[in-house]
């Protein structure tokens, strides 16, 4: 993925995380990393995948998450270009700062 | 999920290791849980940020749902594949498998299954390959 997608990605997940948990902007974080070709497998085989993964405030609803998830998914594949089966997202529980 | 990140010094597992790892922890993950092949993601990563007190390390992550004994097995297998394939001596190596539930995930826009509960639908999920993996971490503090 170019880098140059990036500004947009972090764009467009600050608004979701706005829009679907009543996040206020400044306090998402999004961070890139890029995992070279040769470093990434997926079934044994070099990937194409890309993961984005979460922390979200604990005890948020199921059917929230799920919505978060997914909108996640159609901003992500519409901006990059990739197929829903390139991508995972994960939202999970942010852990308890003694945790 | 399962996503096992393999963290060693820079350029300390060339391509033709990284590929064996790979296929062996696949290998491994789905001979002792029954999970589909394509749910088996390895990455590499390099450990010049002094993440872990072991220059080499296995980070794993599961779906939860698994009996500990199963667990340890499991990462005892991984293990030794790692140190087999690179030679890299045992006090060397470090690992962990954490868990979340299978419900904070989603692939090919599904959320996944717990584990054991993979209908068809899901082996026969397609396997995109040969490219570049990004990740994106977002928090929401």
């Known amino acids: 993925m170019a880098p140059s997608l990036w500004p947009a990605l972090q764009s467009r997940l600050t608004d979701i995380a706005a829009d679907v948990l009543g996040a206020s902007p400044d306090r998402v974080e ?7 070709h040769g470093f990434g497998f997926r ?16 005890g948020c609803a199921q059917e929230v998450r799920v919505a978060l998830m997914r909108t996640i998914c159609d901003m992500w594949c519409a901006v990059t270009g990739c197929s829903v089966d390139e991508l995972i997202v994960s939202a999970r529980d942010r852990p308890a700062p003694d945790s | 999920m399962p996503y096992y990140r393999c963290v060693a010094p820079k350029d300390a597992i060339p ?16 001979g002792m849980t029954g999970a ?30 698994r009996p500990a004994e199963l667990k340890e ?22 690992g962990r498998i954490t868990e979340g539930p299978a419900s904070w995930s989603m692939e090919g826009g599904h959320v996944l299954p717990e584990p054991g509960e993979e209908g068809p639908e899901w082996r026969g999920h397609r396997v995109p390959q040969h490219g ?5 971490e977002q928090s929401n503090r």
Do not use: K, M, W
Request: net charge negative; with cysteine.
């Open chain 1, 30 to 36: 999004v961070e890139f990393e890029v995992i070279p």
């Open chain 2, 15 to 30: 391509l033709e290791q990284r590929q064996r790892v790979a296929q062996a922890f696949t290998d491994v993950h789905c």
């Open chain 2, 73 to 94: 097995r499991l990462l005892g297998e991984l293990r030794r594949a790692f140190r087999d394939i690179t030679g890299v001596p045992d006090d060397q190596l470090g």
């Open chain 2, 132 to 136: 570049v993996v990004a990740a994106a």
């Open chain 1, 43 to 58: 079934g044994g085989e070099l990937s194409t995948t890309s993961l984005v993964r979460g922390q979200i405030p604990p």
């Open chain 2, 36 to 65: 589909p092949r394509n749910f088996v993601h390895v990455t590499f990563a390099a450990n010049d940020q002094g993440e872990f007190a072991e220059p080499y390390y296995i980070d794993g992550g599961n779906r939860a749902g």
